[in-house]
């Protein structure tokens, strides 16, 4: 039985979220704060969590981040906040979805089993191999979407880790920015290849020793980036 989070101050809400789930077949469980909701985050196996943003103690977005730097798991934002610029803050953080209160309780429910139908599916928990690509202590698991430096596990972001494997799987090629950013974001650059340097910088953080002598993604003064082997 799938495991739900359900971080949520409002009691009744959060009853009532729960109810719904458990008719669905879920198991849920319920805290009513940030700090304590992140601790049982990190602590226990959940498949999901339903996360509202205005919380006593850590407020949503924290708690979202610091899920995200430890755990893959969807997130599914709650919030009575409309603003556009709480939904794009939540998302860039890591959150899967932001539903803006109030919804329908069956409106959750579907959401929750889309996105853990399509957890699934990137996970490929089902397959009976995985895909995986391994160059000089990077081990990336193309199936379930995971990467392991010198053996340990490291967070990587849907884009961070799309440009990882991509240019792991094309070693010593030289690629332009624009030539990255139209094939991890599937669209013209428009003047904003700037964001292919940010996800270069922030891979470089995870996966290298020394950033400043990167030993697996070079930078061809002039052109661009290429993976050494």
Same mark, same amino acid.
């Given at each position: 039985?799938?495991?739900? /989070?359900?971080? &949520?101050? !409002?009691?009744?809400? *959060?009853?009532? !979220?729960?109810?719904? /789930?458990?008719?669905?077949?879920?198991? +849920?469980?319920?805290?009513?704060? $940030?700090?304590?909701?992140?601790?049982? *985050?990190?602590? !226990?196996?959940?498949?999901? +969590?339903?996360?509202?943003? @205005?919380?006593?103690? @850590?407020?949503?977005?924290?708690?979202?981040?610091?899920?995200? &730097?430890?755990?893959?798991?969807?997130?599914?934002?709650?919030?009575?906040?409309?603003?556009?610029? =709480?939904?794009?803050?939540?998302? $860039?953080?890591g959150a899967d979805d932001?539903?803006?209160k109030p919804f329908s309780?069956?409106?959750?429910?579907?959401?929750?089993k889309a996105h853990m139908?399509?957890?699934?599916? /990137?996970?490929?928990?089902?397959?009976?191999?995985?895909?995986?690509?391994?160059?000089?202590?990077?081990?990336?698991?193309?199936?379930?979407?995971?990467?392991?430096? =010198?053996?340990?596990?490291?967070? %990587?972001?849907? #884009?961070? %880790?799309? /440009?990882?494997?991509?240019?792991?799987?094309?070693?010593?090629?030289?690629?332009?920015?624009?030539?990255?950013?139209?094939?991890?974001?599937?669209?013209?650059?428009? $003047?904003?290849?700037?964001?292919?340097?940010?996800?270069?910088? #922030?891979?470089?953080?995870?996966? &290298?020793?020394?950033?400043?002598?990167?030993?697996?993604?070079?930078?061809?003064?002039? +052109?661009?980036?290429?993976?050494?082997?």
């Amino acid at each position: 039985m799938s495991r739900i /989070l359900i971080i &949520e101050d !409002e009691e009744a809400i *959060a009853d009532l !979220e729960k109810d719904y /789930l458990e008719l669905s077949d879920f198991q +849920v469980h319920i805290e009513n704060s $940030g700090d304590t909701g992140l601790d049982a *985050a990190l602590a !226990e196996d959940f498949d999901l +969590v339903i996360l509202d943003l @205005m919380l006593p103690g @850590m407020d949503g977005f924290d708690v979202c981040k610091r899920i995200r &730097e430890k755990k893959n798991i969807p997130i599914l934002m709650v919030s009575a906040k409309k603003d556009d610029i =709480d939904k794009i803050r939540g998302l $860039g953080l890591g959150a899967d979805d932001y539903m803006t209160k109030p919804f329908s309780p069956s409106e959750l429910v579907a959401r929750v089993k889309a996105h853990m139908a399509r957890y699934d599916r /990137l996970v490929g928990s089902a397959q009976k191999s995985n895909d995986i690509v391994e160059i000089r202590g990077i081990k990336i698991d193309k199936t379930a979407r995971r990467v392991w430096i =010198d053996g340990e596990e490291r967070t %990587f972001t849907t #884009k961070e %880790f799309d /440009l990882l494997t991509f240019l792991a799987e094309n070693p010593n090629h030289v690629y332009t920015k624009e030539e990255l950013f139209r094939e991890i974001w599937d669209m013209d650059s428009i $003047g904003d290849i700037a964001t292919v340097t940010v996800h270069i910088k #922030k891979i470089r953080e995870k996966i &290298e020793f020394d950033t400043s002598k990167p030993q697996y993604i070079e930078t061809i003064w002039g +052109v661009g980036y290429r993976f050494k082997v």
